[in-house]
């Protein structure tokens, strides 16, 4: 209970026995929306002022899932698709998110300006959940090349992977290139194995794949490849993770294990 008391009588109230603890009541405050330093790094917020949220585009997180009913993001999901069932509590549908990086990578990617969280690099896009990993993070090429595609025939604009193996094959070149040929810009996690050079991951190291890197307030993390392999899409850029829909460190990437999947047979 919370009483008025002078202090003279709050001594009283400690010496009583059928009293646990006396303590002062004090304030708490609403928590307001945080810009993470990596969205003011590329000057997201001001391409917003301009009216540039996204709104119309379609980006496709090809991961771990989505957690569709977090407030930062549920106002922009949209329909998803699992290689991989979601297992566990939570799972309201088979692509949601059972791992949370794919909900930590949703919400640097689109998380919506809504006073609270934090906000991301569209606000106004739709988000849409390709579960290619499983609950510790782990999948396969095969399905990760067939979420690739899924992507594709969708007609979805963006298709983002913070995944990555340190080979890639035929299977997934191809995917990369059919989506990369039917309009879908791939962006594609450079890795965690720097500091190095010429060691970026795939299917990041793909001519189709906008490769990533990313960086702090002073210069590249030490987890990321110093050089990264020049694409057939735009020129690759830094990126931070520092603060997500989900409050994590920045995020390490997954990888999946390179093993032969009956999904897709590899040529």
Not at 101 to 119: K, L, M, P, Q
Not at 180 to 188: I, K, M, Q, R, W
Not at 222 to 244: E, I, Q, W
Not at 245 to 263: H, M, Y
């Amino acid at each position: 209970m919370t009483i008025r008391a002078a202090k003279q009588a709050v001594s009283g109230l400690e010496n009583r026995a059928d009293v646990r603890f006396v303590e002062e009541n004090s304030e708490v405050h609403a928590l307001a929306q945080t810009l993470p330093w990596g969205i003011d790094r590329v000057d997201a917020e001001v391409a917003h002022a301009n009216g540039d949220t996204g709104a119309g585009a379609d980006i496709a997180i090809i991961d771990t899932g989505i957690d569709g009913d977090h407030p930062d993001l549920q106002a922009n999901v949209g329909s998803g698709k699992a290689f991989v069932k979601c297992r566990g509590k939570g799972c309201n549908y088979n692509w949601s998110d059972d791992n949370d990086h794919g909900t930590h990578c949703a919400g640097i990617a689109d998380a919506v300006d809504n006073s609270r969280g934090v906000v991301g690099v569209s606000t106004d896009a739709t988000l849409h959940a390709v579960k290619v990993l499983d609950n510790s993070g782990s999948g396969t090429l095969s399905d990760v090349a067939a979420g690739i595609e899924y992507v594709a025939n969708q007609g979805w604009d963006v298709g983002s992977m913070s995944l990555g193996a340190s080979s890639g094959g035929q299977t997934l070149k191809s995917a990369c290139t059919y989506a990369y040929n039917n309009g879908v810009f791939l962006v594609g996690a450079a890795g965690n194995s720097g500091p190095c050079t010429d060691c970026v991951g795939y299917p990041a190291a793909y001519s189709e794949v906008m490769a990533v890197s990313s960086t702090d307030s002073a210069t590249i993390s030490p987890g990321s490849p110093r050089r990264v392999r020049r694409s057939k899409s735009p020129h690759p850029v830094p990126a931070s993770t520092r603060l997500s829909s989900v409050a994590t460190t920045p995020s390490r990437v997954p990888r999946w294990r390179p093993r032969t999947s009956p999904v897709l047979a590899v040529n």
